[in-house]
């Protein structure tokens, strides 16, 4: 070997990527080294001498790009907290408190003996001239019925024909005449009419 060559004149080996090689692949430079001249330096390549390899750079891995810092922002999956109030779409209830007095159960309705009389005879009420006299024949027995109807119906339009009583209402006593039911009629603006089956039924039928 010949003498030392300067420290500042030799070249360490560098290593560089390759710009259109693809990532990852490293150039080899070769080492100048001292020829056996004094004074004169050659270019060799050592082929087995093993590159270093350079550290992953903190802002870059390899397959990889940068690191993304932890978000504090809950997770878009997480449930939000269960609430007890009720959902604004869920329906009130629909009977109001004011009309709950008002409702009947079914038994109670059923307990209403509705039955199709036959209407016999009809007069004026001798001490009232809004009321009518009615005699009606239920099939197992005949009644007297006092009702509001002289205003709406003539006495002999009445006669013959059928109409809906409540057979177990307890008799009472309208203007000194006992009325053993009460007949049932619809009213409007228009006045009062009386509810009639649609067919000729037998007297007594009961309603349901």
């Not at 300067?6 to 692949?25: C, E, I, K, V, Y």
């Not at 006495?155 to 053993?180: C, F, M, T």
């Amino acid at each position: 070997m010949g003498e030392d060559v300067p420290a500042a004149t030799r070249f360490p080996r560098r290593l560089a990527r390759s710009g259109g090689r693809g990532p990852g692949r490293l150039l080899r430079v070769p080492e100048v080294r001292p020829s056996q001249g004094k004074g004169d330096l050659s270019m060799t390549s050592h082929p087995d001498a093993e590159a270093p390899r350079p550290q992953d750079s903190p802002r870059e891995s390899a397959g990889s790009g940068p690191a993304e810092p932890a978000s504090s922002t809950p997770s878009s999956s997480s449930s939000p907290p269960e609430s007890s109030a009720p959902a604004s779409g869920a329906a009130p209830d629909s009977t109001p408190a004011a009309n709950e007095d008002a409702l009947i159960s079914i038994d109670a309705f059923a307990r209403a003996d509705l039955r199709v009389a036959q209407v016999l005879h009809v007069e004026p009420h001798p001490n009232a001239d809004r009321l009518l006299k009615l005699q009606i024949d239920l099939g197992s027995e005949r009644r007297q019925l006092v009702a509001g109807l002289a205003a709406y119906y003539k006495p002999e339009d009445l006669i013959g024909k059928q109409i809906v009583v409540v057979a177990n209402l307890k008799p009472a006593k309208l203007r000194g005449e006992v009325s053993q039911g009460m007949l049932l009629a619809g009213s409007d603006e228009e006045g009062v009419a009386i509810l009639m089956p649609a067919r000729p039924m037998a007297p007594g039928s009961k309603v349901r």
